[in-house]
């Protein structure tokens, strides 16, 4: 997919079962971004059925034609809270499969790397970045912003790949 020659609109995902953050860019503009937040009261199926509702509602309102994930990455977290995560993830990639989407996964390091200039970035300077690419008003959602980043990454390494192999 070469970015250069035609505009691909890229969902960037940061998929949690608490807050799942959501970016949608095309080129250089930044076209939606939010979260959808699941009630940790519910039960496992219904939380991320509501966040598969949402999810597919804003899909099938900016039709992507990629959608970039992070790959894995926990701290020093309970095994349920790693499953349950592993639960949503698994549901996301199913879902996008459903939708025909396909999916990019990039570690948070490469992230990190491509956005800010430093793969061990704190969130406060991927907030701020974020913020200054595509010129967003005040600090955004820490997992609004991760998902931008994510799909900003996505951008710059096609179109980095387009710039090196000339086309």
Known sequence: MNLLKSKVKILGLDPGLS?????????N?????????????????????????????????HKPGVCVIETLFFRKESARSVIYSAHLRGSVFYLL???????????????????????RASK???????????NLPGKINEHASDALAVAYSYESMQRLKGYQTGR
């Open 19 to 27: 807050v799942t953050g959501f970016g949608f860019i095309e080129g």
């Open 97 to 119: 499969y459903q939708l025909k989407l396909p999916v990019i996964e990039v570690t948070p390091a490469k992230v990190k790397q491509i956005l800010t200039g430093n793969g």
């Open 124 to 134: 406060q300077q991927i907030n701020f970045m974020v913020q200054r690419v595509y």
């Open 29 to 61: 503009k930044c076209l939606d971004y939010g979260m959808v937040r699941s009630d940790s009261k519910k039960e496992l199926g219904a939380r991320i059925d509501k966040i598969l509702t949402a999810l597919k509602k804003k899909i099938r309102e």
